[in-house]
T-cell receptor
Framework: GAGVSQSPSNKVTEKGKDVELRCDPISGHTALYWYRQRLGQGLEFLIYFQGNSAPDKSGLPSDRFSAERTGESVSTLTIQRTQQEDSAVYLC??????????????FGAGTRLSVL | AQSVTQLGSHVSVSEGALVLLRCNYSSSVPPYLFWYVQYPNQGLQLLLKYTSAATLVKGINGFEAEFKKSETSFHLTKPSAHMSDAAEYFCAVTPSLNTPLVFGKGTRLSVIA
């Protein structure tokens, strides 16, 4: 079946511009996560959606970052007024609420963001 | 709060040799532990997970890991390295199911022919 899909795969933008990154989770997965992976670093948690609950935004590094999710489907991560330090790979993951795969996070291939 | 330390940002082994990737964690509650592998230009793929059942966990591609509470470790091993094992490996911890993972910085594994 289809996995987690992220678009675009690569994004080059100029400092100060806004960008939107998209994540299509696996159908039926109630939980959706955004992580950031900077060069040579591990993954940093950004934001977490679980069903209709209020999202956990505790990982967002600044108010320039925001994310939305429509029901249990697509999510968009928006970065306003991008800075060079925002350059990273942004990874999305989804997981089901129950079943044998409960708590297994399935990752997309990521969006590589380069801010010039 | 949880944290993960992966010793060695880069490990190099010969083909056929033992693979040992180290992971130590810090957790105030019994943890759930994971190893993920990332091949170039791909997302992360789950290798194995520990969720308080058997302490020796077997995963895909011949990898296994042992949870040692006394050492707060969850090292990843494979008896015989294959060229296709060359990738980045990440250890992760979480205090409860369906919560964000806390990742280590990763270990890049190189396999020499």
């Amino acid at each position: 079946g289809a996995g987690v899909s992220q678009s675009p795969s690569n994004k080059v933008t100029e400092k100060g511009k806004d960008v939107e990154l998209r994540c299509d989770p696996i159908s039926g997965h109630t939980a959706l996560y955004w992580y950031r992976q900077r060069l040579g670093q591990g993954l940093e948690f950004l934001i977490y959606f679980q069903g209709n609950s209020a999202p956990d935004k505790s990982g967002l590094p600044s108010d320039r970052f925001s994310a939305e999710r429509t029901g249990e489907s697509v999510s968009t991560l928006t970065i306003q007024r991008t800075q060079q330090e925002d350059s990273a790979v942004y990874l999305c993951a989804s997981s089901p609420e129950g079943g044998r795969a409960k708590n297994i996070q399935y990752f997309g291939a990521g969006t590589r963001l380069s801010v010039l | 709060a949880q944290s993960v330390t992966q010793l060695g940002s880069h490990v190099s082994v010969s083909e056929g040799a033992l693979v040992l990737l180290r992971c130590n964690y810090s957790s105030s509650v019994p943890p759930y532990l994971f190893w993920y592998v990332q091949y170039p230009n791909q997302g992360l793929q789950l290798l194995l997970k520990y969720t308080s059942a058997a302490t020796l966990v077997k995963g895909i591609n011949g990898f296994e890991a042992e949870f040692k509470k006394s050492e707060t470790s969850f090292h990843l091993t494979k008896p015989s390295a294959h060229m296709s094992d060359a990738a980045e490996y990440f250890c992760a911890v979480t205090p409860s199911l369906n919560t964000p993972l806390v990742f280590g910085k990763g270990t890049r594994l190189s396999v020499i022919a």
